[in-house]
C-alpha cells in the first residue's frame, strides 16, 4: 500500500450534485451528478431515458430551463460512477432552482471535491494526482502548469529521501559498531531535505498569483489608475487626500500573465490614526510585493519597480526612465502592463522555482526536518542514530501507510463542483 493507492474509506452509495462552473451571470452553466441514481433522477427531471454515452441531447428541465444533458455510463466516467451533466443557461435563479429540483428528486449537494474524491475511491485516479487537479484548476501561471507536467511525484520524491536516509544510518551504525574515525556526516540528506523543503515553501509562494501593488502619495492618481485597468469603479476617487485608508485588489490578466493588482493607501505622515495605519500596511505591503508601480517619481536599482508619473494627462512629459500613465485618458497604460507582465515573467523566472511539491508533501518534509535537525546536532553517535532511525520510520509510514485524515487534508482544499 503507498500513497499512489492508501487504504481507502468505504465508497459512498448516495448520489451527489453540484454547479461545476463559476456561480455568477454566464452564457453557459453546468450542473454535475454523480451516483448510483443520477440516470433515474435525470429520467424523472426530463422524462426521457438517459441517451447514448458522451452524447449531447436537447433535453426540458421540468420548466426550469431548456438545456442540454449528456450522460456518462460507470466505470468510464470521471468519477467511476454513472454521471450526469446538465448544460442549462448561466443565471444564478436557474442553476440554483435547477439543484433544488436535484435535491428534491434523491440527490445530496456535493461537498468540495466530492467527484475527484470518488474517483480517487474508484480507482481512477491515485490520490496525489487528485492534488495536481487542484493544483491545475488554481494555477495562476503558465510556469506552474509546466512544473505540473514535469515534477516528479511525491513517492519518488520520498522515496529516494528514503534511500539516502537508510545510507546516513548505515554509516552511522558502522561507526558505532567498529569506533573507527569521526561521526560519519550526512549533509548531503540535510542538503536535499533542505532544498526541497525550499522547493515546496516556492510552490505554495507560487500557489496564488503575484502581487502588483500601486505605491505613492496621496492623490497621485492610483486609484483612478486601478479602476481603469480592472475596467469599473472599485475604488473611491477623491480630490481629498487620503480617501484610501485600506488596500483594495482585484485579479487582473494581460498578455497571460496573471496578478493581483492592489490599490493602496497613499504614503505620507500627519494624518490620522485611522490613515496611518493604512500607510503602515502599505508599507508591509511594498514589502511583499513582487512589483511594485512607483508613483513617487524616484528611480531606483530595485527590478520590482516600475517608477510611473500619474496624471499625465495634466502633469506633462515624465522625466527620463518614468512613465507617464493616466486612468482618465488611458496614456501609457497598455505600456505599463506590458511592462508589469514583463516584471513579473522576471520574477518568477528567477526565483529559482524548479520544482511542484504538494501541499501534504510539504508537511511531511517540516516534521522530517525536525528529526534530522536533532540527528545532525547530536553529539554522540547513538543520539543520532536514533533520530534517524525515528526518521526513516516517518517516511517509511508515510509511503506505505498513509492516514486516513490525508483525505480531509486534500479535499477539503477543492472547490465545490470538481
Not at 481507502?8 to 448520489?15: A, F, G, L, V, Y
Not at 502633469?315 to 516584471?343: D, Y
Amino acid at each position: 500500500m503507498s500513497l499512489l493507492s492508501p487504504k481507502k474509506p468505504e465508497i459512498p452509495t448516495d448520489t451527489i450534485a453540484a454547479l461545476s462552473t463559476a456561480r455568477g451571470h454566464g452564457a453557459i452553466a453546468v450542473v454535475r451528478m454523480s451516483g448510483a441514481r443520477s440516470f433515474p433522477i435525470l429520467t424523472a427531471l426530463t422524462g426521457k431515458p438517459p441517451g447514448p454515452q458522451g452524447r449531447l441531447l436537447l433535453r426540458d428541465f421540468q420548466n426550469i430551463d431548456r438545456g442540454m444533458a449528456v450522460v456518462f455510463y460507470g466505470p468510464r466516467s470521471y468519477t467511476g460512477e454513472d454521471m450526469v451533466e446538465l448544460h442549462c443557461h448561466g443565471s444564478p435563479v436557474i442553476t440554483e432552482e435547477l439543484l433544488s429540483r436535484l435535491e428534491s428528486l434523491g440527490a445530496r449537494r456535493a461537498g468540495p471535491g466530492e467527484f475527484t474524491y470518488r474517483a480517487v475511491l474508484n480507482r481512477k485516479m491515485a490520490l496525489l494526482d487528485a492534488e495536481r487537479i487542484n493544483a491545475r484548476i488554481n494555477a495562476g501561471s503558465r510556469q506552474t502548469l509546466t512544473l505540473l507536467d514535469t515534477s516528479p511525484g511525491s513517492l519518488d520524491l520520498l522515496t529516494d529521501l528514503l534511500d539516502m536516509a537508510y545510507n546516513a544510518l548505515a554509516d552511522v551504525e558502522s561507526h558505532i559498531e567498529f569506533e573507527e574515525g569521526e561521526i560519519p556526516s550526512f549533509s548531503a540528506l540535510v542538503a536535499r531535505l533542505a532544498w526541497l523543503r525550499g522547493q515546496a515553501s516556492l510552490t505554495q509562494r507560487n500557489a496564488s498569483l503575484p502581487a502588483v501593488l500601486l505605491y505613492g502619495p496621496p492623490n497621485c492618481g492610483k486609484s483612478t489608475l486601478f479602476n481603469a485597468i480592472i475596467g469599473y469603479e472599485r475604488a473611491l476617487v477623491s480630490d481629498t487626500p487620503g480617501t484610501t485608508r485600506d488596500y483594495l485588489e482585484a485579479e487582473f490578466y494581460f498578455d497571460g500573465v496573471g496578478f493581483r493588482l492592489m490599490d493602496s493607501a497613499g504614503v505620507r505622515s500627519g494624518g490620522d490614526a485611522l490613515e496611518e495605519q493604512g500607510v503602515d500596511r502599505t508599507k508591509t505591503l511594498h514589502g511583499e510585493a513582487s512589483v511594485v508601480i512607483d508613483f513617487s517619481g524616484d528611480t531606483t536599482d530595485d527590478p520590482r519597480v516600475v517608477p510611473v508619473q500619474g496624471k499625465a494627462d495634466l502633469s506633462g512629459a515624465p522625466a527620463q526612465g518614468i512613465l507617464g500613465v493616466s486612468g482618465v485618458t488611458r496614456v501609457g497604460v497598455h505600456e505599463l502592463l506590458a511592462e508589469v507582465a514583463k516584471r513579473v515573467r522576471l520574477f518568477q523566472q528567477g526565483d529559482g522555482w524548479d520544482l511542484w511539491i504538494s501541499r501534504t508533501t510539504k508537511d511531511i518534509f517540516d516534521e522530517l526536518h525536525t528529526l534530522l535537525g536533532a540527528a545532525s546536532t547530536a553529539e554522540l553517535p547513538e543520539i543520532s542514530a536514533h533520530y534517524l532511525v525515528r526518521f526513516c520510520e516517518k517516511l517509511r509510514q508515510d509511503i506505505d501507510q498513509p492516514s486516513i485524515d490525508l483525505y480531509d487534508r486534500i479535499f477539503s482544499r477543492f472547490c465545490i463542483g470538481k
